[in-house]
């Protein structure tokens, strides 16, 4: 099934699209929230509608209440008090760490938090002159790119102003309407963190909870973006 969004919803602060996926795709089930994670992609920034069709190319029930492209359009999939697998937390890693209810902890985790995704390639490797996605595909050239270590990679495609501004925007309606406080990755560590995985409110990265991760890269705009966040 392709998805072909049409904006049916913006208003005068956010440019909000209505991108609807499949109920079978996510779980259609009011929740109490106490988590927003941000994750990236590893895609083409420019449009979500490969994303939207990976998602729908298995069962799992994997997908985002929201994925913002690098215009800053803001693609709602479905509702932020209903929830879907994104993170992916492995029962042994939870058990290691100490965790009694290991075995559902991840599903906890997915059904207390809202996932945002921003389209975006990550992590990049060079060569010949050039930067490859996680493809081995050269990147647009008019994506901009940052030097930065983390986990494994040297260099990222930088998330656009547009959709930090976006996140800017969104962010205090959802912690408003959750009572979810500015806690969690505004403090520059996007490494595993035992608030994250508890289930503590806050905001958190996906690297928050798998070291196997890379998104959010810790992108100095984004920080300082959280930091200055306005909660009216």
Same mark, same amino acid.
Not at 109 to 124: P, T, Y
């Given at each position: 099934?392709?998805?072909?969004?049409? #904006?049916?919803?913006?208003?005068?602060?956010?440019?909000?699209?209505? *991108?609807?996926?499949?109920?079978?795709? /996510? %779980?259609?089930?009011?929740?109490?929230?106490?988590?927003?994670?941000?994750?990236?992609?590893?895609?083409?920034?420019?449009?979500?509608? +490969?994303?939207?069709?990976?998602?729908? &190319?298995?069962?799992?029930?994997?997908?985002?209440?929201? #994925?913002? +492209? %690098?215009?800053?359009?803001?693609?709602?999939?479905?509702?932020?008090?209903?929830? @879907?697998?994104?993170?992916?937390?492995?029962?042994? *890693?939870?058990?290691?760490?100490?965790?009694?209810?290991?075995?559902?902890?991840?599903?906890?985790?997915?059904?207390?938090?809202?996932?945002?995704?921003?389209?975006?390639?990550?992590?990049? *490797? %060079?060569?010949?002159?050039? /930067?490859?996605?996680?493809?081995?595909?050269?990147?647009?050239?008019?994506?901009?790119?940052?030097?930065?270590?983390?986990?494994?990679? *040297? $260099?990222?495609?930088?998330?656009?102003?547009?959709?930090?501004? @976006?996140?800017?925007?969104?962010?205090?309606? =959802?912690?408003?309407?959750?009572?979810?406080?500015?806690?969690?990755?505004?403090?520059?560590?996007?490494?595993?963190?035992?608030?994250?995985?508890?289930?503590?409110?806050?905001?958190? &990265? $996906?690297?928050? %909870?798998?070291?196997?991760?890379?998104? =959010? /890269?810790?992108?100095?705009?984004?920080?300082?973006?959280?930091?200055?966040?306005?909660?009216?």
């Amino acid at each position: 099934m392709l998805i072909n969004p049409k #904006i049916i919803l913006k208003n005068k602060i956010m440019n909000i699209k209505e *991108t609807p996926i499949p109920k079978n795709q /996510y %779980y259609p089930e009011i929740q109490t929230k106490t988590q927003i994670v941000l994750h990236h992609t590893v895609s083409d920034p420019k449009s979500p509608v +490969g994303d939207i069709n990976s998602w729908l &190319s298995d069962t799992l029930r994997i997908s985002t209440y929201a #994925i913002i +492209g %690098y215009d800053g359009t803001i693609n709602k999939c479905f509702p932020s008090n209903n929830w @879907a697998n994104h993170l992916g937390v492995k029962s042994d *890693t939870l058990k290691a760490m100490g965790f009694k209810d290991a075995g559902t902890r991840n599903e906890i985790l997915n059904k207390q938090s809202i996932a945002i995704e921003i389209d975006c390639w990550g992590g990049l *490797t %060079y060569k010949d002159g050039k /930067y490859l996605n996680a493809y081995g595909k050269p990147i647009a050239s008019d994506l901009e790119v940052v030097e930065c270590k983390w986990r494994g990679f *040297t $260099h990222f495609q930088k998330y656009s102003k547009a959709q930090i501004q @976006a996140l800017s925007e969104l962010l205090p309606e =959802l912690v408003k309407a959750n009572n979810i406080p500015n806690y969690g990755i505004k403090d520059g560590n996007l490494d595993v963190r035992m608030d994250a995985l508890k289930g503590e409110k806050g905001i958190f &990265s $996906h690297s928050s %909870y798998r070291k196997d991760k890379s998104d =959010l /890269y810790p992108d100095k705009d984004l920080i300082n973006m959280l930091n200055n966040l306005k909660i009216n």
